[in-house]
């Protein structure tokens, strides 16, 4: 097709917005767009964005401010924003930056093509009754084995920190047969790995299901060998998923449980609603079904009036879990948020105990890695790698593993040996059946 049209689209923080981008490309394409990685090229710029630190969301402004010159060259070009400074900001972004075309929020990705017409208004901020992904076309699925599949969206916890209960909404499911039908058609496309996402994805409520029964339901599915979730929180870890993790063996040994803190103060402060001691009681149990489980985590610090105690906390939890993998964060404070009027610690402070955090999580995350050398584990190829003869995959542990494979296929699931671990992967060699 000649007069395809050409989107750009660019996705900022976390896997909910890549799945989001999927969908919204997968809508465009109904209205002739087709993707290109060369924003010059394009006809249309969606920026999907993220609003849950000040960095993420002023990011959108600087590239806003790049594409000025393109926009100038190019007057029919269309730009717009999605995600969740669009909800958070709505009508100001095209007031701060009046190149901008169109502002959608999350829960309004079924209208862009009718906001593209001209047929809707160009900013759609609503929590609409309807559902977008009953109106957003069929997956298409995708060309990736390892796919991601949002089930639930938005959150009820608010924690004194975070953004999301106002910009995602209150937490909301998807019926159990449109995620199952969504779940065979990625699988009828060549997709092996499913990861549910929701921003409290085992808050999942629909139908009389919760997370656990979902889960074994799509481990039903045939052609379906690997199942995740992410991101929990540690007061839905309930029985029946827990004891998911110990007999379901499509149920991959990898547990994104955010905590945090380690200090019960801040917890408090924070309205987190669970303890130190009561996580480390969730992670035992868990570690008890299923003992390789690899454990990862958020952190934040900094938070206000956390004192040196308190962090000491969160090293002595860290280390008492002994994490696969962490995120850390600066406190960032978000207009809106009750811990927002709260004073903040100097950033000085705050500055040097992300840098020991990261430090000890680097740590942990080489040992966990180191950990894998000699044993045999199962992969899933992505990619060709880079060298030839080479696959790239991710192990059942979420190791990004080189593998030594000329006759390496796109989605085959092989066992391997892990030979060596670097920096950020390991490398191994295929073991022939
Ligand atoms: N400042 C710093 N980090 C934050 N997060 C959420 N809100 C903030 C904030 N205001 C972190 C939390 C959360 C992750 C997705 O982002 O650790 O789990
Ligand atoms: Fe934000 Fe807390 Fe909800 Fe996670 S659980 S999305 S950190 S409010």
């Not at 917005?17 to 109904?30: F, H, K, P």
């Not at 045939?222 to 998911?244: C, F, K, Q, V, W």
Request: aromatic content about 6%; hydrophobic content about 40%; overall charge neutral.
């Amino acid at each position: 097709m000649t007069d395809a049209k050409k989107l750009f689209i660019k996705t900022y923080g976390c896997q909910m917005n890549v799945y989001d981008s999927e969908r919204m490309v997968e809508a465009l394409a109904g209205e002739g767009y087709v993707t290109t990685d060369v924003v010059e090229e394009a006809d249309m710029v969606l920026l999907n964005t993220c609003h849950i630190r000040e960095k993420a969301s002023e990011k959108l402004y600087s590239d806003l401010g790049r594409l000025r010159p393109l926009k100038t060259a190019k007057p029919g070009l269309k730009i717009g924003v999605a995600g969740c400074v669009a909800q958070a900001e709505g009508a100001e972004i095209q007031r701060r930056m009046p190149l901008v075309d169109l502002v959608v929020g999350p829960q309004s990705y079924h209208r862009l093509p009718a906001m593209l017409r001209g047929d809707a208004p160009a900013v759609e901020t609503d929590f609409p009754a309807e559902d977008k992904f009953d109106l957003l076309p069929e997956r298409r699925g995708t060309a990736r084995p390892a796919a991601f599949l949002t089930v639930q969206e938005g959150c009820d916890k608010f924690c004194a920190f975070c953004v999301v209960p106002y910009t995602r909404g209150s937490e909301v499911s998807r019926p159990v047969d449109r995620i199952l039908t969504e779940a065979r058609l990625l699988v009828a496309k060549g997709v092996r790995e499913i990861t549910l996402l929701g921003q409290n994805v085992n808050a999942y409520h629909a139908d009389g299901w919760g997370l656990a029964r979902l889960l074994r339901a799509l481990a039903q599915v045939e052609g379906l060998e690997r199942l995740r979730y992410t991101t929990s929180h540690p007061n839905d870890m309930e029985d029946d998923l827990i004891a998911a993790h110990g007999d379901e063996p499509k149920l991959m040994p990898y547990l994104h449980l955010p905590v945090q803190s380690g200090s019960d103060r801040i917890l408090k402060a924070m309205n987190r609603k669970h303890t130190a001691e009561a996580y480390l009681r969730i992670v035992d149990r868990i570690r008890t079904v299923r003992p390789d489980i690899l454990l990862s985590s958020d952190f934040i610090v900094g938070f206000p009036g956390e004192t040196d105690a308190d962090f000491e906390a969160t090293l002595a939890l860290i280390r008492a879990v002994g994490y696969g993998m962490a995120y850390t964060f600066k406190y960032s404070a978000r207009p809106g948020t009750p811990a927002a009027e709260k004073p903040e610690i100097p950033p000085e402070i705050a500055d040097s105990r992300l840098h020991m955090l990261q430090g000890l999580i680097t740590t942990q995350q080489r040992a966990a890695q180191d950990a894998m050398v000699g044993r045999e584990v199962s992969v899933l190829y992505e990619k060709p790698g880079r060298m030839p003869g080479q696959m790239m995959g991710k192990s059942d542990h979420l190791h990004a593993v080189h593998v030594g494979d000329s006759a390496g296929r796109v989605g085959e699931i092989v066992r391997v040996r892990i030979s060596a671990s670097s920096s950020n992967s390991l490398a191994g060699v295929r073991i022939s059946e």
